[in-house]
């Protein structure tokens, strides 16, 4: 980094403290190799014998192929993550990969001793669901060992970067965050396709005194994150699809028109509904074919327990249309604050609503409203103000999700008021939730926000996925 750039630093740290975000444990690696081939590995060159090269595919839950062979000696393994979750590769007692988010790929390389392995994900429950395989080495030569991640002298870290290295790309990942939040000190930006355009509220039109509301669901080109565009399945273009909003009382249709290319269906999960309403085919309707529309039509109770956060969704082939994008709020009504925050803050309101929707899987991945770090969207609040944050879990695991300095007073669980509010500063969400959470920001700086599974927030290419920031000036 040269003086000019580290000059800069300094300057925005003073400013807003933004770089307590980097110090947060943003950690970037310039290669998606685990070990580089110039590091004295197979296929080094200076007369080393040649490595047989090896594709395994990681999925859910299997490895493939699941009989792996080999001849003894340096062999290097092509490891591509082809499933919806995180997973890994490894040769039990030798090495392994790092995690590795749905669609990465690392090389493995290892110097093998004929034998017979075990090779299996690590990842808690993976090897038990069926992740699980064996490496058969034949003949003569090779350690038995991994090759060396660190040079001899101990000055390499994670994937074979100095530590000066591995800081000068942590300030490059805190900087295209800032860039594409309109945060750079120096006015610098990244573009992002339609950022910010997820979560919009779609305005209904009124018919007979109905709200009516339009969806289409499609693929589109969905940026997740700079310059990486994914295939995504979404509701009027966006991931998330646009927030809906009625109140009690009301009559609501929503018009879902299919442009997909398979069959599909709605589900409005949590809300109170007639059958023919709930969206899952074959059961309560007929799946809706491609080029078709359905109707659902229903008027939003009065009376029992209000569940006033709710979320629509796909319920047909859902393990893959949810995931990959198909997924919105749908609020009914306002939340009531609860007298704790009174009590506690002198407050009767908030200052900022967030919805927030968590994804792990599909086309989308680890992400938090259809972004995945650097491209997700920053926060700026002032001092003293509070934000009401809704948690939507539209993933396939659980999200602890951890905002660094403000507790949490969680007042609400899928859309329904707790009797007794409590605070936390992690709040974990099992996909179908929902929790709403009161964060009130005494403290100035940039705090990190993020799934506190580190494994979906940093990598060693550093600060990633499930991770964005709120600034209080």
């Known amino acids: 980094m040269g003086k000019t750039e580290r000059n800069t630093l300094s300057i925005l740290s003073a400013a807003v403290a933004i770089f307590a975000l980097v110090i947060a444990g943003v ?122 991640t660190t040079a001899d002298d101990g000055s390499h870290v994670s994937g074979g970067q100095t530590a000066e290295e591995m800081e000068e790309a942590m300030v490059a990942v805190a900087m295209d965050f800032l860039k594409v939040n309109g945060l750079h000190p120096d006015g610098e930006t990244i573009e992002i396709k339609d950022f910010g355009k997820e979560n919009a509220i779609l305005e209904p039109r009124i018919e007979g005194g109905v709200k009516v509301f339009d969806l289409t669901a499609e693929v589109v080109d969905w940026e997740i994150e700079p310059g990486k565009m994914v295939k995504a399945w979404a509701y009027n273009g966006t991931v998330p699809g646009p927030i809906i909003k009625v109140d009690p009382g009301d009559k609501l249709r929503i018009n879902l028109t299919n442009k997909l290319p398979e069959f599909t269906s709605l589900h409005p999960h949590g809300c109170d509904v007639p059958n023919n309403m709930d969206g899952f085919d074959p059961y309560t309707q007929d799946a809706i074919a491609p080029g078709d529309t359905f109707v659902y039509e229903w008027e939003v109770p009065t009376e029992g327990i209000q569940k006033q956060v709710c979320m629509y969704h796909s319920h047909h082939n859902a393990q893959v249309q949810v995931p990959n994008g198909l997924v919105g709020a749908l609020y009914i009504g306002d939340l009531a604050l609860p007298a704790k925050f009174t009590e506690d803050t002198g407050k009767t309101s908030f200052d900022r609503e967030v919805t927030m929707v968590l994804n792990d899987a599909g086309t989308i991945g680890l992400s938090l409203n259809g972004r995945s770090f650097p491209a997700t969207q920053g926060y700026v609040v002032k001092k003293g103000e509070t934000m009401l944050v809704h948690y939507f879990n539209e993933g396939l695991q659980i999200h602890p999700m951890h905002l660094h300095a403000p507790h949490a007073l969680v007042f609400a669980k899928d859309g329904v008021p707790l009797d007794s509010p409590f605070y936390s500063d992690t709040v974990n969400v099992a996909p179908g939730e929902r929790w709403s959470v009161l964060y009130t920001f005494e403290r100035e700086g940039v705090w990190a926000w993020h799934c506190h599974i580190l494994t979906h927030a940093e990598t060693p290419q550093g600060f990633r996925y499930m991770a964005t920031a709120v600034v209080v000036q």
């Not at 009989?67 to 590769?89: D, I, Q, Y």
């Open 27 to 148: 950690a970037v690696a310039v290669s998606n190799r685990n070990v580089t081939s110039d590091e004295g590995g197979a296929g080094s060159g200076g007369g080393a014998a040649a490595a047989t090269r090896i594709s395994v595919n990681l999925s859910e839950f299997k490895i493939e192929p699941a009989a792996l062979s080999a001849p003894a000696g340096p062999v290097v393994f092509e490891v591509k993550n082809a499933g919806s979750l995180v997973h890994n590769f490894a040769i039990e007692g030798v090495a392994t990969t790092r995690d590795l988010a749905p669609g990465e790929s690392a090389i493995l390389e290892v110097d093998l001793a004929a034998g017979e392995y075990k090779v299996l994900c690590t990842i808690v429950g993976h090897e038990a669901s069926g992740m699980v395989g064996t490496l058969s080495v034949s003949g003569e030569g090779g350690g038995g060992a991994a090759v060396p």
